[in-house]
């Protein structure tokens, strides 16, 4: 340590705070602030110091902080008479705001995930320990401090918390759980780095089946109206050939738009998973300033697509058919992992991929490449918003109104509706619930909800039929929680290795009609 300053009359800058039991000090070389000094007896160790700075130059500030410290030093000492130091709450947030966004910087947080964290910990986290339970320190956290704050959170809190539109709204149910979950992972990380040694509780936040169907399927009986309005529309830019001087180019946009609806309701994929999207990060600089960078994020590539003949039977005559599959390379997702979809969209792409060559041969762009993106903007070779792909889906709602209205859900039909729409349609073909988990990287949780709305109606007779007389059956009951074991037993209770196995043929590739010769 620096040795103590001394006054322009040679007196040393220090002084004693309560009697003596403490002192501050000013150093050499440290003007700048007064530094705390207090001696701890340790029967086993000695003495030992324990030095803070202060950050105060003005005296009596630095006296009022030196006897605040002495005595929260006072209230927690260990059993070998060692002060244990008192964390407080917003200097914690603040080291784990950091830590965030250090993730975001190094492009392993996306922005709009770090902003959800710091609302969710600096507005309702900090309010509800701060004002709310009067809580200054982390260890004056108790294990049902939190079990109020849902309550509080959409009774009283929110009226603490404007929006960016300087407004104060009742939280969904949702938000709120968005909140806990934060509020989780923050005290995760002060047990990893003890802080604290405890979990608080939360009161469990059960959403309202209306939020949980806020993307309601489209059934097949109104997803033709779709399918033949896309056809429509985007055929009308073409008889717009003599009006306007960019028809050709709205054109491209109205056929990459129907391409794509029609590959999102027969794959499930999320919409960014096909689109892409930039996402912004905070690079740190030299001079200690940030600049924003953009950085991005998944996007589905003409090399991720891959077109193969292979073989199914027919149910009604027991012959094999040749059928043609598709298969999309999902490089970026959700939930971080990458995926295999097998669908039938090779007529949509191939149709697509015509048009993406003709269209860059007549206004005079490179030739695509197999590292091109299937529907990014070939003018700029960037994604388009996503605000664009949701105005046209709000447009083709509006237009079809008469004919496109939910069943049984209050809720519009959303681009994630053509998500629920395919997880539905497997469902009721009866596909297996694993094999629709790897497909789409929906959680079994998520899966058991779309199990729970699908249309009891379907199985009237099944609901109904009398069993009187009938000879009582093997039942093979599989649950959820186990569905890993699933492939271990079919259904009927037969194991899937005693199973004859037909394969007539050999699965043999076809030549890709979506690759450039």
Known sequence: ??????????????????????????????????????????????????????????????ILKAEDLYLAFQGDIDEEGVPVRRYKVVDLIKE??????????????????????????????????????????????????????????????????????????IPKDSTVKRDIVHLAEWFKYLNDKEYIDLKPTFEIIKQRKDELDANPPIPLDQWGHVHRYLKQWSDEAVKEETKTNNWRRNHYWRELFRTLILVLYNTGARPSELVGKEEKIREAQSDGSYVIKRVLKGGLRWEDIEIQDSFNMNAATGKYIDIVITNLFIRYSKTGETRDIPCNCTEFLSRWRRHVNEYRRQVGLRKVTQKDYVFFNPHTDKPYPYSQFSLAWSDLRTNLSLVL???????????????????????????????????????????????????????????????????????VIMSLENVDDWDKLALDGTKLSDKPKESPKQTKKKSNPLKIK
């Not at 050499?28 to 160790?45: D, I, L, Q």
């Not at 009067?134 to 009226?159: A, L, P």
């Not at 053509?418 to 929906?442: A, C, F, M, P, V």
């Open 405 to 475: 209205s939910p069943v049984r859900s209050d809720k519009k039909y959303t681009l994630y509706s053509l998500r629920s729409s395919y997880i539905t349609n497997q469902i009721d073909e009866g596909k297996d619930i694993y094999l629709i988990k790897k497909i789409t990287g929906h959680s079994l949780e998520m899966l058991q909800r779309h199990y729970d709305r699908s249309d009891v109606r379907k199985r009237t007779a099944e609901a109904v039929s009398r069993t009187i007389g009938k000879k009582k059956e093997k039942k």
């Open 96 to 169: 784990w705001i950091l830590l965030n966004e250090e993730r975001n910087r190094a492009g392993s947080m996306a922005l709009t995930t770090l902003r959800a964290k710091v609302s969710s910990l600096q507005n309702a986290g900090i309010l509800f320990i701060t004002k709310e339970k009067k809580i200054t320190y982390v260890d004056q956290i108790k294990r049902d401090t939190f079990e109020s704050f849902s309550r509080w959170r959409k009774n009283e809190g929110f009226k603490l918390i404007p929006n960016s539109r300087g407004k104060t709204i």
């Open 1 to 62: 340590m620096s040795k103590v300053a001394r006054d322009e009359n040679g007196a040393p800058l220090a002084r004693d705070v309560l009697g003596g039991r403490c002192k501050i000090y000013m150093f050499e070389g440290r003007p700048t602030s007064w530094y705390f000094k207090y001696r701890v007896n340790n029967k086993a160790k000695g003495s030992k110091y324990i030095v803070r700075c202060l950050d105060e130059l003005d005296e009596k500030r630095a």
